[in-house]
């Protein structure tokens, strides 16, 4: 097994990426890139996979493809750093996904918690699309077929990341060392595991609207940000206030930088004393809105400038997608190989299986015509030799191998087990009395 380090991430392609995918995954991503610790690292844009719930609105998902591109361009992820690709794009996975099935019960795919709470969140209980329900070994499939070693992902993804791990270990256990177990890789800040929405709700989600986009445009970020969820019994500003649950305050954790006091709440040091004041009292929701808005309105322009530029020239994102595919898919292609070969189902590309097959051929009868034109029928030997297969005359006074004799001769199959055998100034055929199957002359494996 290889030590080296890869990374792989994504996102599904239901709409705009928001704050939440940025401090809980995308920043991290970028950071990552930049530092040179990982020799490769590949982030996908999740199609395949946000069509099991959007299977009836194919047409979301395919818009939705350029606009997280151009977040991810617009966040600093680079395409000569990371390969940027399209799940639907690499069918390499889909097979991989079709193996991994065997090695998992479907009682243990119920259990999976966060596949609980999608199908609860999302109204699946009395039909779950299979595609849906298989999402975690879907996943597996993703992470392994590039060898990923690390995937940056949020707390929620976590029981995901663990379910792909145990794929990979029965998988090894069952066919011998061949795919890498992958590590999570949470976020520092703990804010930032799993981000609530702007309305407190325990989960920033676009289908519940309570969202900030990375793209939005100041007013909207303002308007969202005045309207946040904060403490229900913080009704006067004297009134002490809980920080606890304060969507106001978790945002703050996660982004807020002790610049920041400097330059937009200088009464202020850090945020221990803010949170302190705003906990005794006299520290009103308003004015800590407001310096939340400073610091996301610092933070988002310029991804939001960036994601303009970018827009400015679509075909060539589409380009640079064009190339990430080709590259992820070699990369998947060769871990399909290795599995199948691990599974023993690489038929054409096992030597061993086509040694023994071949030492276990019978003499049968070729049907010829002589250089004078009479037919005649000659039993044959196949012969392997340094993995070239000959035929050889087991006639006595015929011994020399056809295909001396004939070097342009070839035999193919038909349909009914008869062989053709063809040559430039003869053609016949014969049909095979032996039960095995054969191949002629000078085939390389």
Known sequence: MGKEKIILTGDRPTGRLHIGHYVGSLKRRVD?????????????????????????????????????????????????????????????????????????????????????????????????????FTYPISQAADITAFRATTVPVGEDQEPMLEQAREI?????????ETLVEPEILLPDNAACLRLPGTDG??????SLGNCIY???????????????????????????????????????DAFCRPEHFERYLPDYPN???????????GLGDVKVKRFLNAIMQETLEPIRNRRKEFSKDIPAVYEMLQKGCEVARAAAAETLADVKKAMKINYFDDKELIEETIKKCDICYVGLADTDGTPY???????????????????????IS??????????????????????PEVACSYRMRSKSVICWGKVRF
Do not use: W
């Not at 590949?42 to 199609?47: G, H, N």
């Not at 709700?201 to 676009?206: N, P, T």
């Not at 001396?404 to 087990?417: A, G, K, L, M, Q």
């Open 32 to 132: 990552l890139q930049d530092a040179g610790d990982y020799s490769k690292m590949f982030i996908f844009i999740a199609d395949s996979q946000a069509l099991t719930d959007n299977i009836d609105n194919p047409e979301k998902v395919r818009q939705n493809v350029i606009e997280v591109a151009l977040d991810y361009l617009a966040c600093g992820i680079d395409p000569s750093k990371a390969t940027i690709f399209i799940q639907s794009q690499i069918p390499e996975l889909c097979e991989l996904s079709f193996y991994y099935m065997d090695l998992v019960s479907v009682s243990r795919l119920q259990r999976n918690p966060t596949v609980k709470s999608e199908i609860q969140m999302r109204n699946f209980e009395a039909s779950i699309p299979v595609g849906f």
């Open 168 to 176: 990979v270990r029965r998988f090894n256990y069952i066919y011998g």
């Open 201 to 206: 709700k325990a989960k920033m989600s676009k």
């Open 214 to 252: 990375l793209s939005e445009e100041p007013e909207e970020i303002q308007k969202k940000i005045m309207s946040m969820y904060t403490d229900p019994g913080h009704l006067r500003v004297q009134d002490p206030g809980k920080i606890e649950g304060n969507t106001v305050f978790t945002y703050l």
């Open 271 to 281: 945020l221990d004393e803010l949170k302190a004041h705003y906990q005794r009292g």
């Open 377 to 399: 029928v000659l039993p044959m030997n196949f012969g392997y030799r340094d993995g070239v297969i000959y035929l050889h005359s087991a006639q006595e006074g015929r011994s």
């Open 402 to 423: 056809i295909l001396e004799r004939n070097p342009r001769v070839c035999i193919t199959f038909s349909t009914d087990h008869d062989l053709v055998f063809q040559h």
